[in-house]
């Protein structure tokens, strides 16, 4: 639950006198996602006076943007009779888009007269990171092998290190991996995946091939999905083309790198993708050589028994 909510300013009261006050209000982060936060938002209502409120008591929460000072969100709460010089919490739930800020406006009704209220304002929520159980899996590191080279399309084998940092067994998430050249920014190919589940602390590699233009550069995106959010990204470079600095002038010289060098065969075993763009021969390789030797090596062995056969 619970990484605290960034506060800013002062809370303050602005309805005139009356025997209902709310005293404070206070802001957890109970769930933070990649583009959404849940908060709780608890407000603590204090009865000053001799007898108790009114049974129809309620309390509205309301949340505007800082950006644009546009309503998000409304909520209404029925609090029921608060007793004479005592005090009720009451929390309410809110989702919120993690983006700008909110001033979070709290009223306090009584037969549908409004008696006190208090506001607060959250800063810097797209800060917020959030919990180990949410999503819980990292992108922890990327390694890149050519499996194959053929008319300029090089097909590149793409492990991702997944660690479960969280308290218990992950969900399985649906991955997307993608190779973005990084000039134009275009797609070269992408293939979805599923991470599985795994233990706490336990790191899984999981493979997935794509077939791209030789001589390009690629940014390699991971992302993970949950349903139709985002839970986590990650990002790493494989330069077919890459350059380096020559001179103090910052001149930059590219560097030819013949892929058919990199080509990797027999390490490991290949992964089995789900969807791809690339469709690629599975030919095993064979081990030339060894049946034209054994042909020679047979005439060989004729010609002598034939010449030998000869001079007796």
Avoid: H
Avoid at 21 to 30: L, S, T
Avoid at 41 to 47: D, F, G, H
Avoid at 65 to 84: D, F, M, Q, V, Y
């Amino acid at each position: 639950m619970i990484s605290l909510v960034s506060t800013s300013g002062c809370l303050r009261s602005f309805e005139e006198e009356s025997q209902l006050q709310i005293i404070n209000i206070d802001v957890m982060a109970k769930d933070v996602r990649s583009a959404f936060v849940d908060l709780n938002v608890t407000m603590y209502v204090e009865n000053y006076g001799e007898t108790a409120s009114n049974n129809n008591t309620t309390l509205v929460l309301k949340a505007y943007s800082t950006r644009t000072g546009l309503l998000e969100i409304e909520k209404e709460n029925p609090i029921g009779n608060i007793p004479a010089e005592s005090t009720r919490k009451v929390t309410v739930p809110v989702n919120l888009p993690k983006k700008d800020g909110y001033r979070v406006v709290a009223l306090v009704f009584e037969d549908g007269s409004r008696k006190s209220g208090r506001q607060i304002t959250l800063n810097n929520i797209e800060d917020l990171q959030g919990s180990l159980e949410t999503p819980g899996v990292e992108i922890s590191e990327m390694d890149f092998m050519i499996r194959e080279v053929a008319e300029k399309k090089v097909l590149i084998q793409n492990d991702i290190y997944l660690t479960n940092e969280g308290v218990g067994e992950n969900e399985n998430y649906r991955m997307l991996v993608k190779a973005r050249e990084m000039d134009a920014s275009l797609i070269a190919d992408k293939a979805w995946t599923d991470t599985g589940t795994f233990e706490p602390d336990e790191t899984v590699i999981r493979s997935v091939n794509l077939s791209v233009p030789d001589n390009y550069n690629y940014a390699v995106e991971v992302i993970l999905w949950e349903d139709d959010t985002i839970v986590r990204q990650g990002v790493d470079y494989v330069q077919l083309n890459p350059e380096k600095e020559i001179d103090k002038d910052k001149r930059l010289q590219t560097k030819n790198i013949d892929s058919g060098d990199f080509v990797v065969e027999g390490f490991g075993e290949a992964p089995v993708e789900e969807e791809s763009a690339s469709e690629y021969p599975t030919e095993e390789p064979g081990t030339p050589g060894f049946e034209i030797f054994g042909a020679l090596m047979m005439l060989c062995m004729v010609y002598f028994v034939a010449r030998r056969n000869k001079d007796e």
